[in-house]
């Protein structure tokens, strides 16, 4: 019979130099983007560590943060990019709403989330309709 159970934290493995948007490749080399990219990925990093302390609101706060540099990121040829660094912050979001979303439901649903799932849920609406007039 097993009493206890040890895991390890995911944090634990979060560098803070981690790069979740980064530069394949460019025509400009990353001239236009590099601050971006770095105020994205800083965002990013500062969403998975809140996600993972359950600090849900302040997570979602950093994504659509990011969501928003991404977006402003300004040239035609910066365009691309931008829009693929948007899609790929949406999934960050998607991922989180359905983790809410089957912590609020099933056969033991809990309130203890579901505010934080309905925030999700709006802000993912969202930056959904705001990237379809976008592209």
Do not use: W
């Not at 971006?36 to 302040?58: M, P, T």
Request: with cysteine.
């Amino acid at each position: 019979m097993k009493l206890f159970s040890f895991f390890e934290r995911e944090d634990k493995h979060l560098r803070e130099d981690q790069e979740y948007i980064q530069l394949v490749s460019c025509p400009r080399n990353g001239v236009n983007c590099s601050e971006h990219r770095k105020g994205i990925n800083q965002s990013l990093l500062v969403a998975q560590k809140c996600r993972i302390d359950k600090e849900y609101h302040k997570s979602i706060g950093e994504i659509k943060e990011a969501y928003q540099l991404a977006g402003s990121l300004s040239g035609e040829q910066c365009r691309q990019c931008s829009q693929l660094f948007q899609e790929t912050i949406l999934n960050s979001l998607k991922q989180m709403t359905r983790e809410l979303e089957k912590m609020t439901s099933g056969v033991f649903p809990g309130d203890r989330f579901h505010a934080s799932y309905m925030v999700a849920s709006s802000t993912l609406n969202e930056l959904e309709q705001q990237h379809k007039t976008e592209v």
